[in-house]
């Protein structure tokens, strides 16, 4: 009998794949456990359509991403802080306030895809910006004094 895997059944297939079980192993296992459906022509268009949808949506994502990379890539960020007699920041610039600095400027960026150690000093100092899909850009962080 064939059946499409809802889920990832070890020594058999993962999500999506279509399989040829014995009748009483989908019978008395997978369907009672909601592990797979029967392989009908419908399911099986579904499935494709499934595919091709994410693939369009995933194909989407990564062209955002790289325009995303290629605008930012090279930027400067500047940031005005208080600092004390000694030139150090009293608080120091992170990826949270990089983070928050990208979001007004109208990119949607986390403060997980923002790779820099806390800066806790005047000066330009160097940060690199994670995407999806392996791309990866830097931008330059410029510190000065209130």
Avoid at 31 to 44: D, I
Avoid at 45 to 70: G, Y
Wanted: charged share 30%; aromatic share 6%.
């Amino acid at each position: 009998m064939k059946v499409i895997l809802l889920g990832k059944v070890p020594g058999l297939g993962n999500v999506d794949d279509v399989k040829d079980v014995a009748d009483g192993y989908a019978k008395n296992f997978l369907f009672p456990k909601h592990l797979a459906v029967q392989a009908s022509a419908k399911a099986l268009n579904e499935i494709v359509a499934q595919k091709n949808r994410l693939a369009k949506e995933e194909e989407k994502d990564l062209h955002e991403a790289q325009s995303t990379a290629s605008k930012l890539d090279g930027a400067e960020l500047k940031f005005t802080e208080k600092v004390n007699n000694k030139g150090l920041l009293y608080s120091a610039v992170n990826a949270q306030k990089i983070s928050e600095k990208l979001v007004s400027l109208g990119y949607s960026i986390d403060k997980k895809q923002i790779i820099v150690p806390q800066i806790k000093t005047i000066g330009e100092f160097s940060a690199k910006i994670r995407f999806r899909h392996g791309l990866e850009t830097s931008i330059r962080v410029i510190v000065s004094a209130k």
